[in-house]
């Protein structure tokens, strides 16, 4: 047995979790009533990856900006346009494969207990208060935006403090870095419960009537991840951008396709940075303010489900308002909760653009909730592992200018 452990634990973790995935859905498939239990694994998995995730994001960003030193470049300019100009064309991907091949869909109901936001303005301002919460509720609630303006004015606070108290607080980050790295070390078992619950609870013939909206999505996702994501990367480091591509799709992609949150995926995103040799300083605060505006999986679901809407119902669409709905979906996005099926409650206000009636638009969202078992874990695969790409891009770019060699291990 203990051979055998010793074994288990010199796999890599993508390994392991490849493991959990194929006994997960060998268990839902075969003996789905006898295995039910193993649905709790996936439950808490991601409860204490949710749990821990504000506490790390609060201690990292106070502790590096505590420590920070004047003139060390941090690159957050750069990660913040390429975030922006990444999830603007998602927006645009998504609405010229909507105009390639447009698709029309059967409206259902089941989102009538939701409330969508009025307008942009309301969810801009939704972003404004989410800085100027209470920042003890913000670390209950998990506001991000919230948790990184406390902990960077805490941060900026503390710079005077004595050494011992800043020593203080990298302990405390450090502490919980390494609860953070015991919490991922059961990702194979967390991954196994979170599959196994899908597959048993949902299956797969629901969404065969939305095969080709679903196609439409996923397809604009991939394109999106394996063509434009690697155009950007190769633009600023000016090498092949695959190998960086395919580590953050496998370390990262993969766990957050199967929790379904990009929050709860910042843990596993810092612990990413870190093996590729990022500043902290940088990514500890680019991770979490990715989770939060770095939507390009969110701006592709807004666009197709609101002009397939459009489609449905007749609505001539033209290439400038085409072009319109690419940035309001982009700014949208920004807005989308990093939880499962954060981007669905943001189609009444893009669908609002073409004077859809709201009525219609939550039966638009109603669809994405029937397909959110492939869409919703794929647009979150897609948003979380980019949050990394883009932060390595912005620091590997400066490396390039400074000579440095850029290697990416596998």
């Not at 920070?68 to 913040?80: D, F, L, P, Q, V």
């Amino acid at each position: 047995m203990r051979n055998l452990i010793n074994k288990w634990n010199q796999l890599s973790l993508v390994k392991r979790i490849i493991v959990g995935l194929i006994i997960g859905i060998i268990l839902a498939v075969t003996i789905p009533d006898v295995a039910k239990p193993i649905a709790l694994f996936g439950s808490l998995f991601v409860g204490a990856l949710k749990a821990i995730a504000p506490v790390l994001v609060f201690f990292l960003v106070m502790s590096a900006i505590s420590q920070h030193k004047s003139g060390h470049k941090t690159n957050m300019k750069s990660i913040i346009i390429l975030y922006l100009l990444g999830t603007f064309l998602a927006g645009l991907v998504a609405v010229v494969a909507s105009f390639i091949f447009p698709v029309t869909i059967t409206l259902a109901g089941g989102a009538e207990n939701v409330t969508p936001p009025g307008g942009v303005a309301e969810v801009l301002k939704a972003l404004l208060m989410n800085i100027v919460d209470n920042p003890v509720k913000a670390l209950y609630n998990a506001n991000y935006i919230g948790i990184l303006s406390w902990a960077t004015l805490l941060g900026l606070a503390l710079r005077s403090a004595p050494d011992s108290t800043k020593t203080m607080i990298t302990n405390f980050s450090d502490a919980v870095s390494q609860m953070v790295r015991w919490v991922i070390s059961f990702a194979p078992l967390g991954i196994m419960g979170l599959v196994f619950d899908t597959i048993a609870t949902n299956g797969i013939k629901s969404l065969l009537s939305y095969g080709q909206l679903l196609a439409l999505l996923i397809g604009s996702m991939a394109f999106m991840a394996l063509v434009v994501n690697p155009i950007i990367v190769f633009w600023n480091i000016r090498q092949n951008p695959y190998p960086l591509v395919f580590k953050c799709i496998k370390e990262s992609g993969i766990t957050a396709f199967f929790t379904r949150s990009s929050a709860a995926n910042i843990p596993v995103n810092m612990s990413l940075c870190e093996k590729l040799g990022l500043d902290n300083d940088t990514y500890s605060v680019s991770i979490p303010l990715g989770a939060t505006i770095n939507m390009s999986g969110a701006a592709i679901t807004i666009s197709i489900l609101t002009l397939a809407a459009a489609h449905t119902l007749g609505i001539q669409v033209d290439f400038i308002t085409a072009l319109i709905l690419s940035i309001l979906s982009a700014v949208s996005a920004c807005g989308a909760s990093g939880v499962a099926g954060g981007s669905l409650l943001l189609i009444p206000l893009a669908c609002s653009l073409f004077g859809i009636p709201n009525d219609i638009a939550m039966k638009v969202v109603g669809v994405g909730f029937i397909i959110g078992v492939l869409q919703d874990s794929c647009e979150t695969g897609l948003n979380s592992s980019t949050d990394v790409l883009l932060t390595a891009t912005a620091e590997f770019a400066q490396w390039r200018k400074k000579g440095k060699k850029i290697i990416i291990n596998k």
